[in-house]
């Protein structure tokens, strides 16, 4: 009978056992086939490392069995416990030296990185070219590299030269150092045009300009925008939960952005040796509350001290008089230059000008000198003539708007006003007073015109004479803020323009005007009269009694009672009249 044959299955199974005795096992002579306590496959498949015959365990078929763990394991059951702790303990603590100090030396270097950003950016602000040049490109007329291309020497020529505008010039180019500016003067003189012209002439190298505002936020905002500086917006606390510059006051903000700008003008000194040039344009517009005084002296501090040290020189720029009041309290190194209207002779000339240039033709100088007349030598007004076609129509409309303007402030309502609007009447009446005043004093004139170069002679009246005539010292500031009257740098009241007199003297011309004025005058007196009386009605009363009034105390604090007491009753009159009445009836009889 033939032998059966080895199957060729059982013959891998051997193989791979052979195999795994022979090369896998390190320790083979403490290996036995002991099924209880090492079991294993051997499977003919090739396992993990890639060897066939790879013995795995029983009961989880996937997992390598590890006849080294044991060992190893025997081993770490022999270490102390104590050890174990403190290299865990050495371990943590490693980690957490190496996890801080990458962090803080990241966080470091950030810190360092974008402080020197921040400076970085705000050196850039004063590079050459401003972004307000190019906003007033088109309006002002002031050539740039994106409107127009750059005036040769034959055409650069300006149609309006003002006598203050080497003064200005010097003040940008940083020339004059040692002070701060406050340019004052009459809405339409020509301020802001002179300070854009003085940078264009440098391109706005070393020097930032922005508008005021009266909301402290905006404001916060504008200053920002010139100076480049963000306030610490990626503030690096915030990771930490910690409270930002932000959530700060603009107050604040602003105080910590002019200590930035500090740093860039010292390095600024040691580099090109001028100042720095910051320009706040309409400094009027803050308003004259205790928020806006608090701002105006931050920054007249910052002023006063970058004046002294020609770090910083800024320049404000106000048509209204209280900035100059306010800043005159704490000033030691200001300067105050008047900007004031044209001329007789500029007036005319630039008129002259314009027209040929623009329209080819050359105006009569009798309709020059009737146009200047009319409007004066103010450069908003000259600047809408010069551009129209018939000049004296538009001077006659000029005049018409300041009137109207006038009488829709301040127009008084006589004897038959309600007395809900005393108030507004009586702040009515007072303009109308001071504007009598006015045309009164420039009948008292010799001539409405100097003698010396045939300018307008506006009539002025000092500061405190204007609030004795109006009888009220608070309303002046508010007809300079609306553009009614106007107080100069040297505290003298006047028109606001020439156009606003003519408006007075056509005003106070009218027939009936004084009779009108002094029937609501007499109105808003017997109104307040009989606020001031108190009527008492007595009902009652003992006919020859004699009564006492006491005013006490309340039961309030400030309280004050009236009480009415019978003190006497005299009966002497009464007896008196029952025997006239008997000798009376007797005698009838």
Request: proline residues 3%; negative net charge.
């Amino acid at each position: 009978m033939k032998k059966p044959g080895v199957h060729s299955q059982r013959i891998y199974r051997y193989a791979a056992l052979r195999r795994v005795l022979t090369r896998r096992w390190t320790r083979p002579a403490t290996f036995t086939l002991d099924t209880q306590r090492r079991t294993g496959i051997a499977t003919s498949h090739p396992g993990e490392s890639g060897d066939v015959g790879e013995l795995r365990d029983s009961q989880h078929p996937s997992k390598r069995r590890n006849y080294q763990s044991r060992s190893q394991r025997d081993t770490e059951d022999d270490v102390p416990l104590s050890r174990k702790m403190i290299e865990a303990a050495a371990t943590a603590f490693a980690s957490i030296v190496v996890l801080g100090t990458g962090f803080g030396l990241g966080g470091y270097m950030y810190h360092k990185f974008y402080k020197w950003l921040v400076l970085h950016k705000m050196e850039g602000a004063f590079k050459p070219g401003d972004p307000v040049l190019d906003l007033a490109a088109i309006g002002k007329q002031i050539p740039n590299s994106i409107t127009s291309p750059p005036l040769s020497k034959e055409t650069d020529e300006h149609w309006i030269l003002r006598d203050e505008q080497s003064k200005i010039d010097a003040i940008v180019n940083g020339t004059e150092k040692g002070h701060y500016h406050l340019l004052i003067g009459e809405k339409g003189t020509g301020k802001s045009s002179m300070l854009l012209d003085a940078m264009q002439k440098i391109d706005g190298e070393g020097c930032s300009m922005f508008e005021a505002h009266a909301d402290m936020e905006i404001f916060r905002v504008r200053l920002g925008k010139a100076l480049d500086f963000e306030f610490h917006e990626d503030y690096i606390g915030s990771y930490f939960s910690e409270r930002g510059p932000r959530e700060s006051t603009p107050l604040l903000d602003i105080e910590r952005a002019f200590n930035k700008l500090e740093k860039v003008a010292l390095n600024r000194r040691k580099t090109e040796g001028r100042p720095l040039i910051i320009i706040i344009n309409a400094v009027h517009l803050l308003r004259d509350d205790e928020d806006g005084r608090d701002l105006l002296e931050l920054l007249q501090q910052r002023a006063e001290q970058w004046a002294a040290s020609n770090l910083v020189t800024m320049v404000f720029n106000s048509d209204d008089y209280w900035v100059y009041e306010r800043l005159k309290q704490l000033a030691t190194r200001m300067e105050v230059t008047s900007i004031t209207d044209l001329p007789k002779n500029q007036a005319i000339s630039a008129l002259s000008k314009y027209r040929l240039k623009y329209f080819g033709e050359k105006p009569n100088r009798t309709i020059l000198e009737e146009v200047y007349d009319r409007v004066g030598g103010r450069l908003t007004f000259l600047n809408r003539v010069a551009k129209s076609k018939d000049m004296l129509d538009t001077c006659d409309a000029i005049i018409e708007t300041e009137k109207r303007w006038f009488l829709n402030q301040c127009w008084i309502l006589g004897m038959e006003m309600d007395d809900d609007v005393m108030d507004q009447q009586k702040y009515a009446s007072a303009a109308m007073v001071l504007a009598q005043a006015l045309v009164a004093a420039e009948k008292s004139q010799d001539s409405p015109y100097s003698p010396t170069d045939g300018s307008h002679l506006i009539p002025q009246i000092p500061l405190h004479k204007a609030r004795q005539i109006m009888t009220r010292a608070d309303f002046i500031k508010d007809y300079d803020h609306i553009n009614l009257f106007t107080i100069t740098s040297s505290a003298f009241v006047r028109a606001d323009s020439v156009p606003m007199q003519r408006a007075f003297r056509s005003i106070c011309e009218e027939e009936g005007f004084d009779e009108h004025l002094e029937a609501t005058l007499q109105r808003i007196s017997d109104i307040e009269s009989l606020g001031r009386t108190r009527e008492l009605v007595a009902k009652d009363l003992v006919l020859g009694g004699k009564y006492k009034f006491l005013l006490k105390d309340g039961e309030r604090r400030g309280e004050k009672v009236t009480e009415v007491v019978l003190e006497e009753k005299v009966t002497e009159v009464v007896l008196e009249e029952k025997v006239e009445d008997e000798e009376e009836e007797k005698g009838k009889k």
